[in-house]
């Protein structure tokens, strides 16, 4: 079975050679040390970490999975000692403050250094996933004992984090949550309710878990303007830092999940369990989206790892199995069958999967960099970057995750009946990847949240200000002749883009379900025309150096742009139509006609 290999030559290329980091890292007060050479090493170590101790557990929490026994859970074998060497590496204070332990390295390093950990390995990936969430939130709303307190344990990864929102009533609708808050007179809180499907929400890598809760207190407004932002560690922390008696936190269950099974999803109730407020009281839900955000983007990279993870195999093997002969003609005369990578229709799911793979890795590392921005700017570029944020973060949640999706069981099907059965992994990968389009707000919420409240919402200005800044770099490579062709193509999609909008809207004001009818297939025409813009920005690149490049790679970058543009981004057709067809095919039928049983 093919094993995960690090795929640093095209992170190099995006980093570097797309969209220019060693400039990018010069220009920030905390990029000094990160340079060309420093960035290189540690990509390099967090590739053999993620090839050699994380790829070959990927499968052993797979069969293996969480184990619950008399309140207490234990992960797969493996997963507590990797954690340890993890911890040891020092990765989990890469990007974090070092007046708290932190390296202080920016922190769209440990975006990139993600990638490599959670495509080897994405359900032991999401211990400390969820524990930099955590990390940022702390470190935007805390109170400096906090953080002296937990964000020191948390970045040293000594303790892991959660974050609890989910209650079995409500998922999305946070307003209708019940969880209690009771004040204390010590100035502490008393956390009462259950909470469901928390990731990483118990287990036995590391000595506490410091639970990010969403509650509310006893005269908090109805709905999402009453709901307060508490700490709820596992253990109660002494004075000294170190972990005291158990708080009145316990696991109630384990989900019973289709895939991810080497991660924990926990049923967590909480019996008077002691708290301690974050940030204002009735202003939770606003200091969350901190890690909202957050957890957003990395499962935006969820989209990425499996889409990766599946093309690696699916190449493979496609490369090694004989089945049937060219229609060109035999291309392995000497052997029984041609290797299947002859095929077209082979061709064609191999091909789909790189360019969502690199597509994506463009897109997240993309993001990255705003965020960068957002932390490091000036205040102009601040307000610039975070505008641009607001617009793709859920292009690139939702996005990246459906087509990750996509490629996962397109590298499935490479592999014919062999790939569902366990035997390769491929069933395991399509399992892993069908929760990304549904947790973190699921692709309808985040086509809501990018239509209605980023477009829609900012009257087009954060859509007109992205579109005109990409439109003048597409522009601007209309005179190169390796891209020219593609220029007014992403061109017309762009004001296409604009022109949609502007309808969309107009047929809102008459009836807002205009909105919800529209909403996916709009996101997902925006998912295809940003990542054009950044093909063509890739191809302007690879065409500049392809002469002089021989190992192939450049030439390659050219071939996927073409594929992209010819056989991927013609989907924004059928998109239109969909779009244009508007909300009356949705409600024609009425309710009570749905059921013919």
Not at 107 to 136: C, D, F, K, Q, R
Request: aromatic fraction near 8%; glycine fraction near 10%.
């Amino acid at each position: 079975m093919t094993h995960y290999k690090a795929p640093l030559r095209d992170m190099e290329f995006v980093l570097n050679d797309l969209l220019d980091f060693p400039s990018h890292y010069a220009a920030m007060p905390n990029g000094a040390d990160a340079t060309p050479e420093t960035v290189t090493a540690i990509l390099e170590e967090a590739g053999k970490f993620a090839e050699n101790v994380l790829a070959p557990l990927n499968a052993v929490g797979d069969s293996e999975g969480c184990q619950w026994n008399d309140g207490k859970v234990t992960t797969p074998s493996g997963f507590k000692e990797a954690y340890a060497q993890y911890v040891d590496g020092g990765w989990p204070a890469l990007s974090h403050d070092p007046a708290y332990g932190g390296q202080g390295l920016p922190h769209s390093l440990s975006t990139v250094m993600s990638e490599l950990i959670n495509t080897a390995n994405w359900a032991w990936g999401m211990y400390p996933g969820l524990s930099h969430g955590a990390m940022n939130t702390l470190s935007e709303h805390g109170t400096e004992e906090q953080k002296q307190t937990y964000l020191t344990k948390l970045i040293s990864g000594q303790w892991t984090g959660t974050m609890c929102l989910t209650e079995p009533h409500c998922g999305t609708d946070l307003g209708m949550l019940r969880t209690k808050a009771e004040p204390q007179a010590d100035g502490t809180y008393r956390i009462s309710g259950t909470k469901i499907f928390i990731s990483a929400g118990d287990h036995d890598m590391a000595e506490n878990i410091v639970h990010i809760v969403l509650a509310r207190l006893p005269d908090a407004p109805a709905g999402t303007k009453g709901i307060s932002l508490f700490i709820v560690p596992k253990f109660r922390v002494r004075a000294d830092g170190s972990c005291g008696e158990a708080n009145h936190v316990s696991c109630g269950s384990l989900e019973h999940k289709m895939g991810i099974h080497g991660n924990a999803t926990c049923v967590l109730n909480f019996d008077g369990a002691e708290g301690f407020l974050i940030g204002p009281e009735n202003r939770g839900l606003n200091c969350m989206f901190t890690f909202m955000n957050s957890a957003r983007i990395g499962t935006a990279l969820q989209g990425l790892a499996h889409a990766e993870w599946g093309f690696q195999h699916s190449l493979a093997y496609a490369r090694e199995r004989l089945q049937m002969r060219s229609l060109s003609g035999p291309k392995n005369p000497d052997g029984p069958a041609d290797p299947i990578i002859v095929h077209a229709d082979v061709r064609r799911m191999l091909m789909t999967q790189k360019v969502f793979a690199e597509g994506h890795r463009m897109l997240l590392y993309f993001t990255a960099k705003l965020l960068d921005i957002t932390h490091h700017g000036s205040e102009e570029e601040r307000k610039r970057a975070e505008g641009r944020l607001a617009l793709l973060t859920p292009i690139a949640k939702a996005f990246m995750t459906e087509t990750g999706f996509e490629s996962a069981n397109l590298g499935l099907q490479c592999f014919g009946g062999h790939g569902y059965i366990r035997e390769w992994g491929m069933e395991q990968n399509v399992r892993d990847s069908r929760i990304s389009t549904i947790y973190e707000g699921t692709t309808g919420i985040q086509a809501l949240d990018l239509l209605g409240r980023k477009v829609l919402g900012s009257q087009g200005a954060l859509l007109k200000d992205f579109l005109e800044e990409a439109g003048a770099e597409v522009q601007a490579l209309a005179g190169n002749p390796a891209v020219a062709q593609w220029v007014p193509l992403v061109g017309k999609l762009a004001m296409e883009l604009g022109e949609m909008t502007k309808q969309i809207g107009a047929k809102a004001m008459a009836n807002p379900d205009e909105v919800g009818a529209a909403s996916v297939d709009y996101l997902m025409y925006s998912g295809y025309v940003v990542q054009a813009y950044l093909w063509l920005k890739a191809a302007a690149v690879a065409a500049e150096k392809a002469d002089a490049d021989e190992s192939g790679f450049y030439k390659a970058k050219l071939a996927s742009a073409n594929f992209y543009f010819s056989k991927i981004l013609p989907r924004t057709r059928a998109l239109k139509t969909t779009i244009e067809a508007g909300a009356e095919p949705l409600f024609a039928l009425d309710e009570s006609a749905f059921a013919y049983l």
